[in-house]
T-cell receptor, first 113, second 115 residues
Framework: DAKTTQPPSMDCAEGRAANLPCNHSTISGNEYVYWYRQIHSQGPQYIIHGLKNNETNEMASLIITEDRKSSTLILPHATLRDTAVYYCIVRVNYGGSQGNLIFGKGTKLSVKP | GAVVSQHPSRVICKSGTSVKIECRSLDFQATTMFWYRQFPKQSLMLMATSNEGSKATYEQGVEKDKFLINHASLTLSTLTVTSAHPEDSSFYIC???????????FGQGTRLTVV
């Protein structure tokens, strides 16, 4: 699976949009971009994933560049509870029993009042 | 989303004893479960992949005789840390995937402290 590069930390003001970047310049054509987050001392939580089109759900939006070499996770109105480490992961979607997630160091997002 | 439950959430054990951690998929059948370990201020490291009814596949450097994994049913996988030592103290996390689904769902983690 391709590797990703994320800034180690970011700050965001409460109520503002949080934009978390991720570089994945070696991504293959069949690899998806996944985002998870981990709040302190909890298991990771799935946020969103996409292949090449932009995606939006109740938690966030995912913007993937046309060349797919980078993406941005957008939390439209960050709250204090969004403070967490955010992981960007690229992997192939398998229909069978494979497909473990390889976690990098992620971005520690601190939402401040 | 689907729910994965781990038990216990915290455990303290004496050095040399064994500890069993359970991972259950509560509202779906999980053909594949994954076990991770996370040391303080570090990222999650995959330990092993288990498929229901077959032997687990361990990552390089993970001792299969020390970390026993059993995935006997489609809703339960267990990780047993045998002859635990203080260096095994860590945060252990499981995740589960439905067959043919894409995203994995994670348990809340188990904090193991070996004294």
């Amino acid at each position: 699976d391709a590797k990703t590069t994320q800034p180690p930390s970011m700050d965001c003001a409460e109520g503002r949009a949080a934009n978390l970047p991720c570089n994945h310049s070696t991504i293959s054509g069949n690899e998806y971009v996944y985002w998870y987050r981990q709040i302190h001392s909890q298991g990771p939580q799935y946020i969103i994933h996409g292949l090449k089109n932009n995606e939006t759900n109740e938690m966030a939006s995912l913007i993937i560049t046309e060349d797919r070499k980078s993406s941005t996770l957008i939390l439209p109105h960050a709250t204090l509870r969004d403070t967490a480490v955010y992981y960007c992961i690229v992997r192939v979607n398998y229909g069978g029993s494979q497909g473990n997630l390889i976690f990098g160091k992620g971005t520690k997002l601190s939402v401040k009042p | 989303g689907a729910v994965v439950s781990q038990h216990p959430s915290r455990v303290i054990c004496k050095s040399g004893t064994s500890v069993k951690i359970e991972c259950r998929s509560l509202d779906f059948q999980a053909t594949t479960m994954f076990w991770y370990r996370q040391f303080p201020k570090q990222s999650l490291m995959l330990m092993a992949t288990s498929n229901e009814g077959s032997k687990a596949t361990y990552e390089q450097g993970v001792e299969k005789d020390k970390f026993l994994i059993n995935h006997a049913s489609l809703t339960l996988s267990t990780l047993t840390v045998t002859s635990a030592h203080p260096e095994d103290s860590s945060f252990y996390i499981c995740s589960a995937r439905r067959h043919l689904d894409t995203e994995a769902f994670f348990g809340q983690g188990t904090r193991l402290t070996v004294v």
